[in-house]
């Protein structure tokens, strides 16, 4: 475990720790004794856990990087001027280079977590956790990590590629029961910006109980604009539709960067929703099966039990 990993392939730590479960014959999981049975129920058994790990610096300072540049040419103007409009990171606001960052180690946390299934001889994960935070040791940073359990089919075919999602092993027994399979986990994302302009000070220094337009504007865009990110990327490996798993929605204040010596104010909002592609197969159709009924009633049941074996003579 000397030297630099280049970041191809698996890193030391985790090729060390596959090369011991795979010489030890055993496997490792967080999976609860229900998940484990209904995994075996469909044909399933878990291989080992794994996980993938990114820490990226991020510059999240909006002041110094333009991620939260409001765009309102109006600002430097102490009343403000027309009406602020949202400045989204998928319309090509600067936040999109922010989104484009997060992105890309969220994927990097992914393909990690893949190779790892794969070294196990795996066909997809299972319950799969994605977690964001700060990197404790240095400022600026975040670790993307995704930890779940490899699982593999008992039959022949092998899927070309593994497939990976947040459903427990229930919810995936329930899905695959149904004909269809995960595919991928998902991970949508949008940044707008709003400018606090005439009309949204007027609204929140009001007397009466009003509505906030320009705050309703804001979340209503950035929501719309996290789901159009997960919907551009669901049909990138076949998906036919998606599963959410959680969204989560922040909010937070920042000096405009367009607002000069005015100490105008801007409003961010940051919307991200996890969620898992799936696809559908074709199941052969099983034949109807007998329901047995037997009567609750004691007389009853024993006239029927008489009848039974009077048949049976």
Known sequence: MSGEWTGAGLPPAAAARI????????????????EFAALRAVGFEPVGQVMGSAVYHVGRSGRYWGYHDCLYAGARYALGGPYARVALSGGGAPSAALVEVLDQARRSALDRMTAECSALGGDGVVAAQLTV?????????LEFKVIGTAVRAAGTVRAPQPFTCHLDGQGFAKLVTAGWVP?????????????DDFGT???TRSWNNT???GWSDLVQAVRSDARAHLQAQ?????????????????IWGE?????????????????TLVGTTVARFTVREQPPRTLSVMPLDPERRRRAMRRTATDIR
Do not use: K
Not at 133 to 141: D, M
Not at 183 to 195: A, K
Not at 241 to 249: E, K, N
């Open 133 to 141: 935070a700060p990197f404790v040791a240095q400022a600026n940073c």
């Open 211 to 213: 509505e906030v337009s």
């Open 234 to 250: 669901s049909g990138r490996r076949g998906g036919d539709g998606v599963i959410l798993s959680a969204g989560d929605l922040r």
């Open 183 to 195: 595919v991928e986990l998902l991970y949508g994302m949008s940044i707008g910006v709003r400018h």
């Open 19 to 34: 090369a011991e479960v795979r010489s030890s014959g055993t496997w490792s999981s967080a999976l609860s004794t229900g």
């Open 201 to 203: 000070r007027s609204q």
């Open 255 to 271: 000096s405009c960067l367009r607002g000069g010596n005015n100490d105008q104010e801007d409003h961010v909002a940051e919307a």
